[in-house]
């Protein structure tokens, strides 16, 4: 999956504070780390059929706002059809995303 840029409240951190920590920010938003060594496509919608925003880049943390159900989708950290809210229409699939549960963390969508 792949994630966009920071457009909005999105953080970087180096790779090996991101391995396996939450983060929380100064502004009191919890930030996920995404899975060390992949690059995660950030989509407009809950699933692969959605346009890809942008892409993260290795090491990065992301805010997770609300979630949705989508498409189900593998990655390394199990198969779920979760996606997580990173910003306004930006969406990356929780299979990829360190949150410490199979299940939702955040509010669901409306």
Not at 3 to 18: H, I, K, L, S
Request: proline share 7%; hydrophobic share 35%; net charge negative.
């Amino acid at each position: 999956m792949g994630v966009e840029e920071n457009a909005v409240g999105t953080v970087t951190t180096d790779a090996a504070d991101a391995a396996e920590e939450v983060t929380t920010l100064a502004a009191g938003t919890v930030v996920y780390p995404i899975a060390p060594g992949y690059r995660v496509n950030v989509r407009r919608g809950p699933g692969t059929q959605y346009g890809i925003v942008r892409t993260l880049p290795y090491g990065m943390s992301v805010p997770v706002y609300c979630q949705k159900p989508g498409e189900r989708v593998t990655g390394p950290y199990g198969t779920s059809n979760i996606w997580d809210n990173i910003a306004n229409g930006q969406f990356v699939a929780d299979a990829y995303v360190h949150t410490g549960s199979d299940g939702y963390i955040a509010p669901r969508c409306d």
